[in-house]
């Protein structure tokens, strides 16, 4: 298969859906692909400041919250920042109501409500031990994306109290709060550009609901083994779960190390 550029969703993609680990297998495979003049990009919900472990493998371009801030090197490529007006009254609103909200900037910071569900819903989908600092000062940065730490059934105050913002569930307990419309395909088509790219060029590895309209982006979208059944569905391709060396074995396959 001719490939140019392979973008990987991170937490159950490049690293371990289990563990929060980095197969030696992945590590292996990236370093081939690098040698070999593929582009490598991460496309995460992750702020850049949690993907550091990743530029050490060498992927020097970053899709982060979730397509709202993308970055090649130092140079920003992408960018959806929220209106800090909106900011500032969803903030007040969960502070309000005692809910948990956390922020993307180039790092990750929360309000000052903690909850035994957001640590754990935050090691689920960030591997995190511990909750981020809580912020101050969060009007005088530019925000990408806000976090709620809320269930189905709270979920329906925000929305009425905030008919034109976007809200996107993608785990029990978290919803994205939006105000325009952020995804990693909108992302991927921008770094595309960027490299003078086209989706014919590109493959893209995910599990989870929110790389559904990445996998389509692509030329070749491959879902992992442990993946979400609507990834699966729509994938060209189902390689074997993160944690069983899945990325190494589909690349094997499409013969590209």
């Excluded at 003049?37 to 550091?52: D, E, F, K, Q, Y």
């Excluded at 990445?214 to 390689?239: C, E, H, P, R």
Aim: charged fraction near 25%; glycine fraction near 6%; hydrophobic fraction near 40%.
């Amino acid at each position: 298969m001719d490939c140019k550029i392979i973008f990987f969703d991170v937490d159950g993609t490049l690293i371990n859906y289990g563990n929060g680990c980095i197969e030696r297998s992945t590590k292996n495979a990236l370093q081939i692909l690098r040698n070999k003049g593929i582009r490598l990009v991460a496309a995460t919900g992750r702020p850049l400041s949690m993907c550091h472990d990743l530029q050490e493998l060498g992927i020097d371009t970053f899709i982060t919250a979730n397509g709202a801030y993308t970055r090649h090197g130092d140079r920003i490529i992408h960018t959806i920042p929220i209106a800090q007006e909106i900011v500032q009254s969803v903030k007040a609103f969960a502070d309000d109501n005692n809910d948990s909200l956390s922020f993307f900037t180039d790092q990750l910071s929360m309000n000052n409500v903690r909850h035994p569900a957001t640590l754990k819903a935050m090691k689920e989908t960030l591997s995190l031990d511990e909750y981020p600092p809580t912020t101050t000062n969060i009007l005088s940065k530019e925000v990408y994306l806000m976090c709620l730490y809320i269930n189905e059934q709270e979920e329906k105050k925000y929305i009425t109290q905030f008919p034109n913002l976007k809200f996107e569930r993608w785990h029990p307990t978290i919803m994205n709060v939006l105000q325009d419309d952020v995804s990693k395909s909108i992302a991927v088509e921008a770094v595309l550009k960027y490299f003078n790219l086209l989706p014919k060029d590109a493959i893209a590895f995910g599990d989870g609901d929110n790389d559904i309209n990445m996998l389509k982006q692509v030329g070749y979208g491959i879902a992992m083994g442990n993946g979400s059944v609507a990834v699966k569905n729509i994938a060209d391709y189902i390689t074997m779960k993160s944690d069983e060396g899945g990325i190494d074995y589909a690349l094997r396959k499409l013969q590209l190390i």
